[in-house]
């Protein structure tokens, strides 16, 4: 019997890594991927919601909440990837601090987004008589979660401290 592959890991990132690298990395590992997901979970959202609409632990408003984060969080990453991020490869600016600051405070709202999506999600937990369908969007906002959880980290503890 063959072994068991090893799960994919982040790389380590920190202190040791470039600024470039790292922002390759955000960009990669995260603005990308929760730009899919997010349109995903949105859509599955939506048919957990319609098809099980008469259940009591329906997470009804769950797919315009996550339609609200996609949104939100397209217009964050754009301006890290058009204005922020070219500033910093540049190796700064001397007006960097206003960018991060803002880029920090929309951090802040993420976390209140992500609050309530938890709370939308009885603390990411499918009832027992989930269908595959709801446990798979159930544990998709999970990994959000904790992907965004990271991202927000990796800027505002790592890569923003290096420019403000």
């Known amino acids: 019997m063959p072994c068991p592959a090893a799960p ?3 790389p380590p ?3 040791a ?7 390759a990395h955000i960009l990669e590992r995260y603005h990308v991927v929760h730009l899919a997901e997010l349109g995903n979970l949105v859509l599955l959202a939506r ?6 609409a008469e259940h009591p632990a329906t997470p009804a408003g769950l797919a315009d909440h996550l339609s609200f984060i996609l949104d939100d969080l397209c217009g964050h990453q ?31 709202d993420v976390e209140a987004q992500l609050a309530r999506l938890a709370d939308l999600t009885a ?8 269908c595959r369908s709801w446990r798979a969007l159930i544990e ?23 420019f403000a």
Not at 84 to 89: A, D, I, K, R, V
């Open 78 to 108: 754009r301006k890290e990837e058009q204005v922020l991020f070219p500033m910093m490869l540049d190796g700064g600016h001397p007006m960097i601090g206003h960018p991060i600051a803002r880029m920090m405070a929309e951090h802040q």
């Open 13 to 15: 990132v920190g202190s």
């Open 17 to 23: 890594t470039s600024s470039a690298e790292l922002i």
């Open 47 to 52: 048919k957990v919601e319609a098809v099980h």
């Open 123 to 130: 603390g990411f937990t499918a009832p027992a008589d989930a």
């Open 8 to 10: 994919v890991l982040d």
């Open 140 to 162: 998709g906002c999970r990994k959000l979660d904790t992907d965004l959880r990271e991202h927000m980290r990796l800027e505002n503890e790592v890569l923003f401290p290096r």
